[in-house]
């Protein structure tokens, strides 16, 4: 019994001593568990604050692009035309290479402040840098002046590419220039073509015969390009003297002095230049846009990857002019652009411009003249005032000479070019604005053709055509743009079956 109770009692103690033995095992296991479950609130914590600023991060981007989306045209989402340039040439190894297809789609660039017109460095006289128009071969482009900046291409059109220029214009029939030099044994007249008294020609602008004449009416009568009886520099000498007057409006008296005064030979601004220039050849007009042929396409292609301009500009520009001067052809000295004035309005632009302006004048950016063939003698691009270190119209007249008048004076030009066949050059009609736009009239970009002694020369000229408000050029394009879209909805529309179709229904 007392054996027994020996017995519980060590069990007891055993059993005792085991509840101590159990309290270390089971405190660290508490102590365990209570760590596991704050480190479990702060991991939902880290998780709830990194969620957060992820959120916020999303509705920055989203806000920046929204942002980016609604303040800028569509135009800013047009990819550089520089790569569509190149694309378009796409010459081979053949004499004439066919242009790469071209969409029927225009595209129209957004000329925002951003855009401008690149512009070939000149870098000095003689520099001579490497151009790639077509694939697997450079072509050698020199610099022959700065002012104007002006370059030659040799090689710039083939042999073959030549001699079909020529037979497209000989079929498509060339006309008399517009402004024939008299012949020999004929006075040159300054008399306008028709004869009108002063008196006639104030009752034809006063539009509601009220005796006196405005702005409006002068303006209206203004949009004849031909000329007949008051040219640009009349109306502008008469509007001239309208707005003189405190009224700013003139009489009968008052525009008898003013119309008077006007009708002086010498006494018009830039008169000389452009009221007696003179030629006498033979021209045409080639179109080279889609359905063209494709040499025209060709060269039209080789033009933008030259001058590196949006292919917009070179598309809506002005046809290719071919000129053919045979014995005894010429041209004066002249400019192919014309100055930027209020009262005057960019011809290719018309469409766009203001109604009321005054007249329209031609506004090209460069010039492209291709030689398509050379003269025996003489037919000389002649550059009278190139590189001149100042510019003034009055030293054109030198010891009674009159240096623009390419008959009497063409050897004393300060650049002249023979004639090579397949060479072209360039030159910027224009200055630059300063911002990547074009500038002012470039007084150095006088030029014209020596008289042919023999042969006959043929030549073409490539326009691109810029208006000296980006804002216009910009209007003008998208006008363009929507007409071609509604023409091609409508060919679409109405487009009959081909041979092609009409063989597989039959």
Same mark, same amino acid.
């Given at each position: 019994?007392?054996?027994?109770?020996?017995?519980?009692?060590?069990?007891?103690?055993?059993?005792?001593?085991?509840?101590?033995?159990?309290?270390?095992?089971?405190?660290?296991?508490?102590?365990?568990?209570?760590?596991?479950?704050?480190?479990?609130?702060?991991?939902?914590?880290?998780?709830?604050?990194?969620?957060?600023?992820?959120?916020?991060?999303?509705?920055?981007?989203?806000?920046?692009?929204?942002?980016?989306?609604?303040?800028?045209?569509?135009?800013?989402?047009?990819?550089?035309?520089?790569?569509?340039?190149?694309?378009?040439?796409?010459?081979?190894?053949?004499?004439?290479?066919?242009?790469?297809?071209?969409?029927?789609?225009?595209?129209?660039?957004?000329?925002?402040?951003?855009?401008?017109?690149?512009?070939?460095?000149?870098?000095?006289?003689?520099? *001579?840098?490497? #151009? &790639?128009?077509? /694939?697997?071969?450079?072509?050698?482009? +020199?610099?022959? !002046?700065?002012?104007?900046?002006?370059?030659?291409?040799?090689?710039?059109?083939?042999?073959?590419?030549?001699?079909?220029?020529?037979?497209?214009?000989?079929?498509?029939?060339?006309?008399?220039?517009?402004?024939?030099?008299?012949?020999?044994?004929?006075?040159?007249?300054?008399?306008?073509?028709?004869?009108?008294?002063?008196?006639?020609?104030?009752?034809?602008?006063?539009?509601?015969?009220?005796?006196?004449?405005?702005?409006?009416?002068?303006?209206?009568?203004?949009?004849?390009?031909?000329?007949?009886?008051?040219?640009?520099?009349?109306?502008?000498?008469?509007?001239?003297?309208?707005?003189?007057?405190?009224?700013?409006?003139?009489?009968?008296?008052?525009?008898?002095? *003013?119309?008077? #005064? &006007?009708?002086? /030979?010498?006494?018009?601004?830039?008169? +000389?230049?452009? !009221?007696?220039?003179?030629?006498?050849?033979?021209?045409?007009?080639?179109?080279?846009?889609?359905?063209?042929?494709?040499?025209?396409?060709?060269?039209?292609?080789?033009?933008?990857?030259?001058?590196?301009?949006?292919?917009?500009?070179?598309?809506?520009?002005?046809?290719?002019?071919?000129?053919?001067?045979?014995?005894?052809?010429?041209?004066?000295?002249?400019?192919?652009?014309?100055?930027?004035?209020?009262?005057?309005?960019?011809?290719?632009?018309?469409?766009?411009?203001?109604?009321?302006?005054?007249?329209?004048?031609?506004?090209?950016?460069?010039?492209?003249?291709?030689?398509?063939?050379?003269?025996?003698?003489?037919?000389?691009?002649?550059?009278?005032?190139?590189?001149?270190?100042?510019?003034?119209?009055?030293?054109?007249?030198?010891?009674?000479?009159?240096?623009?008048?390419?008959?009497?004076?063409?050897?004393?030009?300060?650049?002249?070019?023979?004639?090579?066949?397949?060479?072209?050059?360039?030159?910027?009609?224009?200055?630059?604005?300063?911002?990547?736009?074009?500038?002012?009239?470039?007084?150095?970009?006088?030029?014209?053709?020596?008289?042919?002694?023999?042969?006959?020369?043929?030549?073409?000229?490539?326009?691109?055509?810029?208006?000296?408000?980006?804002?216009?050029?910009?209007?003008?394009?998208?006008?363009?743009?929507?007409?071609?879209?509604?023409?091609?909805?409508?060919?679409?529309?109405?487009?009959?079956?081909?041979?092609?179709?009409?063989?597989?229904?039959?």
């Amino acid at each position: 019994m007392e054996a027994a109770q020996e017995h519980f009692m060590e069990q007891e103690e055993s059993d005792g001593s085991d509840k101590p033995s159990s309290s270390p095992y089971n405190s660290p296991f508490r102590s365990t568990r209570l760590h596991i479950q704050r480190s479990n609130v702060c991991s939902r914590a880290y998780f709830v604050v990194v969620m957060v600023f992820f959120h916020v991060y999303i509705l920055n981007v989203i806000a920046l692009l929204l942002y980016v989306h609604y303040n800028n045209g569509p135009g800013d989402l047009v990819s550089s035309d520089g790569a569509s340039s190149s694309a378009l040439v796409s010459e081979g190894g053949s004499s004439l290479p066919h242009p790469a297809p071209a969409s029927r789609e225009l595209h129209v660039e957004d000329y925002s402040q951003s855009f401008s017109l690149p512009r070939i460095e000149g870098i000095r006289v003689g520099h *001579v840098q490497q #151009v &790639s128009l077509v /694939p697997e071969r450079t072509h050698e482009m +020199k610099t022959l !002046s700065l002012k104007p900046l002006l370059f030659e291409i040799p090689g710039f059109l083939s042999e073959e590419e030549c001699r079909v220029v020529v037979q497209l214009a000989q079929l498509k029939g060339l006309m008399e220039s517009q402004a024939p030099a008299p012949s020999q044994g004929q006075e040159e007249s300054n008399q306008p073509l028709l004869s009108l008294s002063t008196e006639e020609v104030f009752s034809l602008l006063d539009l509601n015969q009220d005796g006196l004449l405005q702005k409006q009416e002068i303006v209206s009568h203004s949009r004849s390009r031909d000329g007949t009886w008051l040219s640009p520099d009349n109306l502008r000498q008469i509007l001239t003297g309208l707005e003189g007057r405190p009224t700013e409006m003139l009489n009968l008296e008052d525009f008898r002095r *003013v119309y008077d #005064v &006007s009708q002086r /030979p010498g006494q018009q601004r830039s008169g +000389k230049l452009w !009221s007696q220039f003179r030629q006498r050849s033979k021209h045409t007009w080639l179109f080279q846009g889609l359905g063209s042929h494709h040499v025209l396409q060709t060269l039209r292609n080789r033009v933008i990857s030259l001058t590196r301009l949006p292919s917009a500009l070179v598309q809506l520009s002005e046809p290719l002019q071919v000129i053919r001067y045979e014995h005894g052809d010429f041209s004066n000295a002249h400019h192919d652009s014309s100055p930027s004035q209020s009262e005057t309005i960019c011809a290719h632009t018309r469409l766009a411009g203001n109604t009321s302006a005054l007249t329209e004048v031609s506004c090209r950016y460069l010039t492209v003249s291709f030689y398509l063939s050379s003269a025996e003698e003489g037919g000389e691009t002649t550059f009278p005032v190139a590189d001149n270190r100042t510019y003034e119209e009055q030293a054109l007249v030198q010891d009674g000479t009159d240096l623009t008048d390419t008959q009497e004076t063409c050897g004393r030009g300060n650049l002249r070019i023979k004639p090579t066949p397949g060479m072209a050059l360039l030159w910027y009609n224009h200055l630059s604005d300063g911002r990547g736009w074009m500038g002012e009239l470039d007084e150095y970009s006088l030029h014209g053709d020596c008289p042919v002694r023999r042969g006959v020369k043929w030549v073409a000229n490539s326009w691109v055509n810029v208006d000296p408000d980006y804002q216009m050029q910009a209007r003008y394009q998208r006008l363009v743009a929507q007409r071609h879209r509604a023409k091609s909805t409508m060919e679409e529309h109405y487009q009959p079956l081909s041979h092609s179709d009409l063989h597989q229904d039959l």
